[in-house]
Structures are given as C-alpha cells and as structure tokens.
C-alpha cells in the first residue's frame, strides 16, 4: 500500500534545464518536506509545507522553488538545474500532534544534472 | 532550532548480537517526536520506530526499541538479535509539528 509516491525514480537532466519533481501522498497529512541526500551529510531539508499554497523555507532553499495547490501534491522546481543539484531527493509526509503521529516517505528520486 | 546529531559514521555488528545506535537532540520545542528510519541500499526509507517526547515508556517494535533519555536529549536505537537484512543506513530525526530535521545517519554493518 504505497503512501507517499515521487512521480520518477531516475531524472537525468541537462545543465539550465527547468526541472519538476512532484511528490503526491494518499493520506490526507498537512505536512509534507522535500529533502536531498548527499553522502556524508544526510538528510537535508530544501522547503516544507504545513498546508495548502504555505510553503517555508528549510536549510537549503537555494536554487530551488516549491508549489503546494492541493493538499496531497508537493512539487519541487529547479528553476535552472546545475551540476551541484545532482543527487537524491527525497519527499516526506507526515501527521503529528492529532490523533496520530506518523511520518512516511517516498521512495525516491536520483537526479543526475549533466 | 531542532537540531541531530549521530557521532557514530558506522557501526559493525555480528550477527545475533544486540547493537546501539546513538541519537543525541536539540529542540525548543516543548512537546516532540523522535523517529528512525532504515535506509538500505535500494535508497527507500522504511520508518522503524516513534517516540513521543511525552510518552513515559520507551518504545518497542518487534527487534527494534529506543532507549528514550530525556533529561540527556539521548534517543539511542537499540536492534537486538542482528540480522544480516539489517545492514543499512539508519537515520533519526526530530519533528516539533511542522519541521522534522534529520541526522547525518549511521551506516550498520553486520557480519555473518
């Protein structure tokens, strides 16, 4: 029962390419985060959302932009994508403080900037 | 600010052996979540187990239990009988209701 879906697994884009990565969760959560993956330095928060069209910055915002229009769908831009932007990039849903606290992610997308 | 912090880059167990994997935090908020999760190679990233920072005990989830030490901002996982599916990268995390930050993670290895 997938939850929390990134609509590509592999993205190889060129250099100056606008870029979208679109995360979409069945579970009615507020929250949702993207997150990329670098080795050595873990996860590391680009922008989150708490609800519908609010959007907040997290440690690394730059370079990047987001779009929250319906509830279940987070979507990351990369305006002009850049070498330094390949990676892995990892959305996550969560509910906490309610009736249940519960945080998923979804599997994954690797991004290769050529 | 939230804030994790795992000093261990990797870890190596041997099989059937119990094995601890550190967590220390930083958070303002008063009331807060702590997660782990286990990341294997194909980069998918199951949850394991949850604690709320108001919950008495400390949590447990078949193998896995978190020795939840608040007073120490210590959440350390605690993976008994290893496996040799449990080679991984694990990583905790603090959620404080909006924002949940992660820590750099461990890499366990288990040896038959």
């Known amino acids: 029962d997938v939850k929390v879906t990134q609509s590509s697994r592999y993205l190889v884009k060129r250099t100056g390419e606008k870029v979208f990565l679109e995360c979409v969760q069945d579970?009615?959560?507020?929250?949702m985060f993207w997150y990329r993956q670098d080795p050595g330095l873990g996860l590391r928060l680009i922008y989150f959302?708490?609800?519908?069209?609010?959007?907040e910055k997290g440690d690394i915002p730059e370079g990047y932009s987001v779009s929250r229009e319906k509830k279940e769908r987070f979507s990351l831009i990369l305006e002009s994508a850049s070498t330094n932007q390949t990676s892995m990039y990892l959305c996550a849903s969560t509910s906490w403080g309610g009736d249940k606290d519960e945080a998923f992610f979804g599997q994954g997308t690797r991004l290769t900037v050529v | 600010a939230q804030k994790i912090t795992q000093t261990q880059p990797g870890m190596f167990v041997q099989e059937k052996e119990a094995v601890t994997l550190d967590c220390t935090y930083d958070?303002?908020?008063?009331?807060?979540?702590l997660f782990w999760y286990k990341q294997p190679s194909s980069g998918e990233m199951i949850f394991l187990i949850y604690q709320g920072s108001y919950d008495e005990q400390n949590a447990t989830e078949g193998r896995y239990s978190l020795n939840f030490q608040k007073a120490r901002k210590s959440a350390n996982l605690v993976i008994s009988a290893s496996q040799l599916g449990d080679s991984a990268m694990y990583f905790c995390a603090v959620t404080g209701g909006f924002k949940t930050i992660f820590g750099a993670g461990t890499r366990l290895f288990v040896k038959a």
């Open positions: 579970m009615d959560h507020e929250n």
């Open positions: 959302s708490y609800d519908v069209k609010m959007k």
């Open positions: 958070t303002s908020d008063q009331s807060y979540g």
